[in-house]
């Protein structure tokens, strides 16, 4: 949601200063009105950043970001026709849309891979699983006796940011 925007503009100025040790120097956008928040600003102003908005009325100045944005809501409908999983997964659709067009060459860096620019290294592709296939997890000891099965059936449904493993959902339990 909008009113969320300070604590996420927060996090990735944060993010991208422990990261990748660089500081952001200009926030573009459109003239949504929760960047002209005085807090947003003061945030803004704090990390010596530049904050700038299209012109009324002009939004193809954003046009590079209108297109990619596109392109995402695309792939996330084929994504969720192709796997038939329901409309309410576009979530975790898109976020798997985004991570692999950050996994893949792009002309815009000269046939290059985002990820192999950011971190300078090759994406692992072996992690790449389907969207909305079926996946069996495997409990731990304690979460069946010898009798009971020792994995589960869940339904992939996206990548981790927070462990390393893969996010899925089990459709009996929801």
Not at 25 to 39: A, P, Y
Not at 53 to 76: A, D, I, M, W, Y
Not at 82 to 92: G, I, K, Q, S, T
Not at 109 to 130: A, E, G
């Amino acid at each position: 949601q909008k009113s969320y925007l300070l604590e996420i503009a927060k996090e990735y100025i944060q993010m991208v200063h422990t990261q990748f040790g660089k500081t952001v120097k200009v926030i573009r956008s459109d003239l949504g009105g929760e960047f002209t928040l005085t807090v947003v600003q003061n945030l803004f102003k704090e990390h010596g950043i530049l904050p700038q908005q299209s012109c009324p009325g002009h939004f193809q100045q954003n046009g590079v970001v209108e297109r990619k944005h596109q392109h995402v809501l695309e792939l996330t409908r084929a994504m969720l026709s192709h796997a038939n999983v329901p409309a309410e997964f576009w979530v975790e659709a898109v976020h798997i849309v985004v991570y692999l067009i950050n996994r893949q060459i792009t002309p815009v860096l000269h046939q290059l891979i985002p990820y192999q620019v950011l971190y300078s290294k090759l994406p692992d592709y072996s992690w790449l699983r389907i969207f909305g296939c079926v996946c069996y997890v495997l409990l731990a000891r304690r979460e069946h006796n010898k009798l009971e099965p020792k994995a589960v059936k869940y339904v992939f449904t996206g990548y981790s940011d927070k462990h390393k493993g893969y996010v899925c959902y089990d459709e009996n339990t929801r």
